[in-house]
T-cell receptor
């Protein structure tokens, strides 16, 4: 079992829809969870961090964390073509070191 | 906001040579890491660059192949030694510009012929 698993994708949604990206992790002591967006040919860009159970909203983005289920998700509301990218889930377990999932590629169709 | 830069942004190298990649952060960071990302794949951690001591390498990566320096809290280098075509990849450095949160440099795209 991978330490961090993401839904395999690719994911395609129409413009204006909600995109839902999911991630599970194996290490129960994980404390910090992150979503990065990576455009083709660019480096990962941090878009959300979440540390406690529940929802965290930032503009059109909502991160959801459920530590009991070892599950973290990212919802993108009113998806735009500019949201088309690969989304990476990252989990910090110790020493500030992040473990990344394989990523989910999202395409938002106009 | 703080910035992480890398040099070179890209290079094409011959088999058997070495390349040193520089990572500069414009503010002090506690943690710096080096990653590799091969086309269409996710990030693989190479090592943690420790200030004033030897780097901590992940399984499958060794110091002889990927020597790392970190002379201070804002700068690190990664050398890819005795390169082969299999080393062709994007190399990324990151630093914790916020506690426990990594931010990435723009990456170095390496092609080995």
């Amino acid at each position: 079992q991978k330490e961090v698993e993401q839904n395999s994708g690719p994911l395609s949604v129409p413009e204006g829809a909600i995109a839902s990206l999911n991630c599970t992790y194996s290490d129960r002591v994980s404390q910090s969870f992150f979503w990065y967006r990576q455009y083709s040919g660019k480096s990962p860009e941090l878009i959300m961090s979440i540390y406690s159970n529940g929802d965290k909203e930032d503009g059109r983005f909502t991160a959801q964390l459920n530590k009991a289920s070892q599950y973290v998700s990212l919802l993108i509301r009113d998806s735009q073509p500019s949201d088309s990218a690969t989304y990476l889930c990252a989990v910090n377990t110790n020493a500030g070191k992040s473990t990344f999932g394989d990523g989910t590629t999202l395409t938002v169709k106009p | 906001s703080a910035v992480i830069s890398q040099k070179p942004s890209r290079d094409i190298c011959q088999r058997g040579t070495s390349l040193t990649i520089q990572c500069q952060v414009d503010s002090q960071v506690t943690m710096m890491f080096w990653y590799r990302q091969q086309p269409g794949q996710s990030l693989t951690l190479i090592a943690t660059a420790n200030q004033g001591s030897e780097a901590t390498y992940e399984s499958g990566f060794v110091i002889d192949k990927f020597p790392i320096s970190r002379p201070n809290l804002t700068f690190s280098t990664l050398t890819v030694s005795n390169m082969s075509p299999e080393d062709s990849s994007i190399y990324l450095c990151s630093g914790d510009l916020l506690p426990d949160t990594q931010y990435f440099g723009p990456g170095t795209r390496l092609t080995v012929l």
